[in-house]
């Protein structure tokens, strides 16, 4: 796998608006409206990304040289609604 930092910008980007749109569109779509589609497409788009994100995160830690902590601080940002777009700020 050979991903640039600016690559792993953009999937950060991607999963972190992918949840938000999970989070703030798809979920009451399904349980305030009863349409659970977007969930579905929207879902899979945002697992697909976090899978990616993850990955990435363990190659940006060979890459950049992060510790241990950085690289929790990464992960664990993944799942935290704006956590990706803190990590663009202070890691990248």
Known sequence: MILSVKSFRLISTLEAISFLVL?????????????????QIVGMAHGVLFVIYVAGAFYMYKKLKWSLTDLFIVVMCSVLPFGPFYVERKYL
Not at 23 to 39: D, F, N, R
């Open 23 to 39: 989070l703030g569109i798809a979920m009451p779509l399904k349980y305030i409206w009863h349409l659970p589609q977007m969930v």
